[in-house]
T-cell receptor, first 118, second 119 residues
Framework: DARVTQTPRDKVTEMGQEVTMRCQPI?????VFWYRQTMMQGLELLAY????????DSGMPKDRFSAEMPDATLATLKIQPSEPRDSAVYFC????????????????FGEGSRLTVL | AQKITQTQPGMFVQEKEAVTLDCTYD???????LFWYKQPSSGEMIFLIY??????QNATEGRYSLNFQKARKSANLVISASQLGDSAMYFC????????????????FGKGTKLSVKP
């Protein structure tokens, strides 16, 4: 049963610490999204990769956040230094981008990483 | 400006009854896709149903159907014969125009509607 895997599931850290969240997309998918979910803002896009290349990271605070895909099986989201306002659930999602095929482009989500910054 | 609007923060429905969750969207692109996702209390996001802007018929998936009214820019989700397990947050999302030619663009989500099914 293919699924998106995220680690850690829960992370509690202190302000100023570095946080790295990892995501293993579904094998064969060529797009990876990072979303942040908070009660106030809902689901916000942070970064979007296609074939490992970043296409859109306009939603990500550049001074402290960075997103990479070192290879096709791993996407990382790093926060350094972390702040209390970064507390949220971070979702990774992957999909198969097949332009011109009429595919739905459905995104498959991981279970999320709940981050609490004290 | 909000691109996806879900005006119902919370809804109650009696078990076995049907319920409609509202969603309106805003886009000037002729080609777009509309999605509904379910998020139970466990937190995962579960894909429910998809409607393409050029699809002639309303999408259906089991007990889920999408009431697509293109002129009104609405894409309401209808759940028939509600079950206790349907209690969850429901998110409407739109795939916007891609920034890169040939790709499919990002999913933009509404704020969600919390559905509670009463026994």
């Amino acid at each position: 049963d293919a699924r998106v895997t995220q680690t850690p599931r829960d992370k509690v850290t202190e302000m100023g610490q570095e946080v790295t969240m990892r995501c293993q997309p579904i094998l064969g998918h060529n797009t990876v999204f990072w979303y942040r979910q908070t009660m106030m803002q809902g689901l916000e896009l942070l970064a979007y990769f296609r074939n490992r290349a970043p296409l859109d990271d306009s939603g990500m605070p550049k001074d402290r956040f960075s997103a990479e895909m070192p290879d096709a099986t791993l996407a990382t989201l790093k926060i350094q230094p972390s702040e209390p306002r970064d507390s949220a659930v971070y979702f990774c999602a992957s999909g198969l981008d097949r332009p011109g095929t009429g595919g739905t482009g459905e995104l498959f989500f991981g279970e999320g990483s709940r981050l609490t910054v004290l | 400006a909000q691109k996806i609007t879900q005006t119902q923060p919370g809804m109650f429905v009696q078990e076995k009854e049907a319920v409609t969750l509202d969603c309106t969207y805003d886009t000037s692109d002729p080609s777009y896709g509309l999605f509904w996702y379910k998020q139970p209390s466990s937190g995962e996001m579960i894909f429910l149903i998809y409607q393409g802007s050029y699809d002639q018929q309303n999408a259906t998936e089991g007990r889920y159907s999408l009431n697509f009214q293109k002129a009104r820019k609405s894409a309401n989700l209808v759940i028939s014969a509600s079950q206790l397990g349907d209690s969850a947050m429901y998110f409407c999302a739109m795939r916007e125009a891609p920034k890169i030619r040939g790709s499919q663009g990002n999913l933009i989500f509404g704020k969600g509607t919390k559905l509670s099914v009463k026994p």
